[in-house]
């Protein structure tokens, strides 16, 4: 039977191989061009990748607006060791379309030996685990490219497989491994995903210690949440700087928002009948989320029939899920009462997981119906091989519907543009104003090593996007449309263009479709699209000889948004400033002010300021915690200046000013996730 087991694995693979071929091996590969996989997922591999190889380290980006904490967003994967694996050993796109081969063969894998082990029945484990692979869960998240979604799922069956090893025959090797899965749903990145997944183990733990004798239900019960417990406190290091940014964050949701994404309830009708899904004329990437073949269905029916101590729990959880991504008032139980439930949306982010729960269920039911066919011969073969060649079929169909753009034509005249921004390059940003065409979307900067005010984030800091939509209320959009990550893209306000926070942001660059006519604007480059550069554009760093403090952040974010506001002669501040950094090396009375940036690195910036007397140094990347500054290798104090910008006091004298970025967060989460993974390797070993 081990040999038949290895067969079925190799068999999967096959599988796997053939139906994403275009996906892993074409040009194209995984999504369409021009997709979140090219804009939110390559250009961050990009970065991790040119940070790891160069030495730096990098828990802050500061290419996109104006900086953000890169790892603190779980998507970015920060911690995942698959993923570093990977990205240093790969280029960036192909370490992705090995990372999404990787983690559904992961997936079907640990469904195929889970189901061995509840049913007994090699065939039915093999329904399962194909069903799961060609279902139209997988095939969104891979044909799309959404490796956190796919690489967090991929665990889940293995903690259901340990568990179940456990309670069979109790040894702690696997309390070990289903802390060890559980840390890495947490790092791979889907925390949304990961949610529904904590909920549904602990309702499967009730139900699978339900069948055992009295005395070993409560030890058994505290084994495994222990075990549970310990896997999120080893995730600490992540999760913690997660709770902090969701808190500083636009991520924040009403319950209406919440729910703006949920599917329609006409398409509950795909999920009993997929074919009709080819007679819609606007065929999306995502409209074949519910297929899982109408033999597959049928099959996860009978799961109801053959052991229903495991078929209630998963029955019950792709009810909640179904009935979630609908956005019924399920989802309203875990917005109000599930920690971080208001930072989430219904959507069909939520069937992902619900692929699992009818896989599963398709692969009980295929067991069921195999022993009621009895000695029939080759009946139950020929009904497996036409199950399988029917969810293979719509497979192959849907991935022939979706709408590539592959138009990669432009990518020449991008690289022009970008030529010409390198050749007088000094860590300036670049914005877009009224730009019609699809080039050089946010993001993709990032893979030049070019600053953009602009970005596409999931959690874009509360403070900068209030200054942005202040400036133009259309350049911030999201989460209340059809998005849960938010952008920040293009500029369509007239006014905003000539306003001076455009020139205290360290805008340098312009792509527009339209004609700038202003002398503060010259043009570099006019095709498809037009390149000017910012005449009035101020240093990333620079000195303010005044300064107004300010308690009522309204009144500050008004003021600075005044078209007659100066920033180099005045910048208001939320607290009263004060000066300790007086240097012996005073300079002469006579000498101008200087402001240099030596060293400019993700999480450490190195200025050289030299002044005749006391000023504020104004540096135009967002203030969050964790930043420190030592000033002549003295610690000194940030101020929030300009509503979400950095600033620091300057005495008399030539001073090196150094920025790092030490959030607490990030250590207490290191200590908290030290601490755990050692308690859990002593639990192992000695308990």
């Known amino acids: 039977m081990k040999k038949k087991l290895i067969i079925s694995i190799f ?20 999504a369409q061009y021009d997709s979140d996989y090219q804009t939110q997922i390559l250009p961050h591999v990009e970065f991790m990748k040119n940070n790891i190889l160069q030495g730096n380290s990098f ?8 900086g953000i904490p890169h790892m603190a967003n779980p998507q970015m994967s920060f911690f995942y060791p698959l993923k570093i694996i990977f990205t240093v050993l790969l280029p960036p796109d192909i370490s992705c379309r090995v990372l999404s081969l990787f983690h559904i063969f992961l997936a079907s894998m640990g469904i195929l030996i889970y189901l061995y082990i509840i049913t007994s029945k090699l065939q039915a484990a093999l329904v399962g685990s194909v069903v799961f692979i060609l ?10 490219g959404d490796l956190d979604a796919l690489s967090t799922i991929s665990w889940l069956p293995f903690l259901l497989l340990f568990t179940e090893k456990y309670i069979q025959n109790k040894k702690s090797v696997y309390l070990f491994l289903i802390s060890i899965a559980c840390s890495m749903s947490v790092f791979a990145g889907e925390l949304q995903v990961f949610s529904y997944i904590l909920i549904f183990y602990l309702a499967y733990i009730y139900f699978s210690v339900s069948k055992l004798k009295d005395s070993e239900k409560l030890p058994t019960t505290k084994s495994l949440l222990i075990s549970i417990l310990l896997g999120v406190f080893l995730s600490s290091v992540q999760l913690l700087p997660v709770i902090e940014l969701n808190a500083l964050s636009t991520r924040y949701r009403s319950y209406a928002i919440s729910i703006s994404d949920s599917l329609p309830l006409k398409r509950s009708v795909d999920l009993f009948f997929p074919y009709l899904v080819f007679l819609k004329e606007n065929f999306v990437d995502t409209a074949f989320v519910l297929n899982f073949g109408i033999l597959a269905f049928i099959s996860s029916i009978f799961a109801f029939t053959k052991d229903r101590r495991v078929s209630s729990i998963f029955i019950l959880m792709a009810v909640f899920l179904v009935l979630s991504a609908f956005g019924s008032p399920a989802h309203l139980l875990y917005y109000h009462f599930f920690p971080l439930g208001k930072y989430v949306q219904a959507g069909e982010e939520l069937i992902r997981l ?7 269920l398709a692969g009980v039911g295929w067991g069921a119906l195999q022993s009621s066919m009895g000695k029939i011969v080759g009946l139950k073969y020929i009904l497996c091989a036409v ?4 969810s293979g079929v719509l497979n192959q169909i849907y991935q022939k519907h ?12 991008e690289e022009r543009l970008i ?9 300036e940003r670049v914005v877009r104003f009224k730009l019609d065409e699809y080039i050089l979307s946010p993001n993709v900067l990032m893979q030049y090593n070019i600053s953009d005010m602009a970005g596409f984030y999931s959690f874009v800091l509360k403070k900068y996007a209030e200054v942005l939509t202040a400036m133009d209320k259309t350049l911030v959009s999201g989460p209340g449309g059809k998005s849960i990550t938010i952008q920040v893209t293009n500029i369509n306000n007239d006014s905003a263009l000539f306003s001076p926070l455009l020139n205290m942001l360290n805008i340098k660059y312009i792509f527009t479709s339209q004609d700038i006519n202003s002398k503060n604007f010259k043009l570099l480059y006019n095709d498809t699209v037009k390149l000017y550069k910012n005449l009035n554009c101020l240093p990333r760093a620079f000195l303010v000889d005044n300064w107004r403090v300010s308690h009522n952040e309204a009144d500050i974010l008004k003021n600075i948004l005044r078209q007659d506001f100066n920033p180099l002669q005045e910048v208001y501040l939320n607290e009263e400033p004060v000066w300790n950094t007086r240097n012996t090396d005073i300079v002469n009375s006579h000498a101008h002010s200087k402001v240099e940036i030596i060293d400019y690195k993700p999480d450490k910036i ?4 030299q002044t005749s007397e006391r000023k504020i140094l104004f540096v135009s990347d967002t203030f969050y915690p964790g930043w420190k500054v030592r000033i002549d290798g003295k610690a000194s104090k940030i101020y929030r200046a300009n509503y979400a910008f950095r600033a620091v006091t300057i005495d008399e004298g030539r001073h090196i000013v150094t920025f790092y970025y030490t959030p607490l967060t990030f250590k207490i989460g290191a200590l908290i996730s030290v601490f755990s993974l050692l308690v859990i390797g002593l639990r192992y070993k000695y308990f």
Request: hydrophobic letters at 50%; glycine letters at 4%; a negative charge.
């Open 135 to 144: 279902s139209g869960p997988a095939m969104e998240m891979v044909v799309d």
């Open 419 to 427: 030529d010409i921004i390198k050749r007088d390059y000094k860590q």
């Open 606 to 609: 190195v200025i050289e300021a």
């Open 402 to 413: 979706v709408p590539r753009y592959n138009d990669r034509s432009y990518l020449k005249e």
């Open 11 to 30: 068999f999967l693979l096959a599988v796997i191989f053939f139906s994403y071929r275009d996906c892993f091996f074409s040009v194209d590969g995984p």
């Open 387 to 390: 199950l399988i060649m029917e």
């Open 354 to 360: 619900f692929g699992v729960m009818l896989s599963v």
């Open 59 to 66: 828990l802050w980006n500061p290419l996109i607006l104006c």
